[in-house]
């Protein structure tokens, strides 16, 4: 029983049929715990659009700007043979299957590729690896393990949701990093364009004081 104990689970924006244009979530207060993972989960989505977030003083307007570097993204395993060179592919190389399926590689292991950004296009058992650093290799079997996370790196405190379904993103946040005077935090996302599903959750943990039912973080 470790809900209300080592952490909160908090819904920013529950689930809705379409979203149209910029998403903007409740904001929560971080004031009884030193760290919150914000969990986006997206359904169909009909264009990448950008995630920024934003930071208070308190449960009310938050239109300061909150910096932030990491993030994670959905993954996925690819087993390969075959390969033209023991060479590991570099970080940021895509690898592109001969049926058409994309991902870009976070790790190669020599015999397994870990990697991101899937463009939602199946792998196929036994077809053609081409690696953009000009490795070739043969898949073996499709793609797997499609529920882990993989690091990425935000770019000037900012990244896209892709343009593909059925994918989550999470941003860690330490209370630290809000700064002197700011307590509160807001997620972001600019216009989804035509029919997109996604709902946002705050995963709050490390808490400041012990309690049976902690405080709510959606008021301050």
Do not use: W
């Not at 209370?175 to 972001?188: F, K, M, N, R, S």
């Not at 599903?197 to 902690?214: M, N, Q, T």
């Amino acid at each position: 029983m470790l809900i209300n104990v080592d952490y909160a689970k908090v819904p920013l924006l529950f689930p809705t049929t379409d979203q149209t244009g910029a998403v903007s979530s409740d904001i929560a207060s971080m004031k009884i715990y030193r760290h919150v993972d914000l969990c986006i989960n997206v359904g169909p989505i009909g264009k990448a659009t950008a995630v920024t977030l934003n930071k208070s003083a308190a449960v009310a307007a938050a239109t300061e700007a909150l910096a932030f570097s990491k993030y994670y993204s959905t993954g996925f395993v690819l087993e390969y043979d075959g390969a033209s060179t023991d060479t590991p592919a570099a970080a940021g190389e895509t690898v592109t299957g001969a049926g058409g399926g994309v991902g870009y590689v976070y790790k190669d292991l020599g015999d397994k590729l870990i990697c991101y950004a899937f463009n939602g296009t199946t792998f196929v058992d036994n077809e053609v690896l081409t690696f953009s650093g000009g490795k070739t290799a043969v898949a073996n079997g499709i793609q797997k393990n499609e529920d882990i996370m993989v690091p990425r790196t935000a770019s000037s405190n900012t990244f896209n949701l892709a343009a593909v379904a059925n994918k989550q993103y999470i941003i860690p946040i330490d209370a630290a990093d809000l700064g002197d005077g700011y307590d509160c935090i807001q997620v972001e996302i600019a216009d989804c364009d035509t029919v997109t599903h996604l709902s946002i959750d705050a995963i709050f943990s490390k808490p400041r004081y012990g309690s049976e039912i902690p405080e709510t973080a959606i008021y301050d």
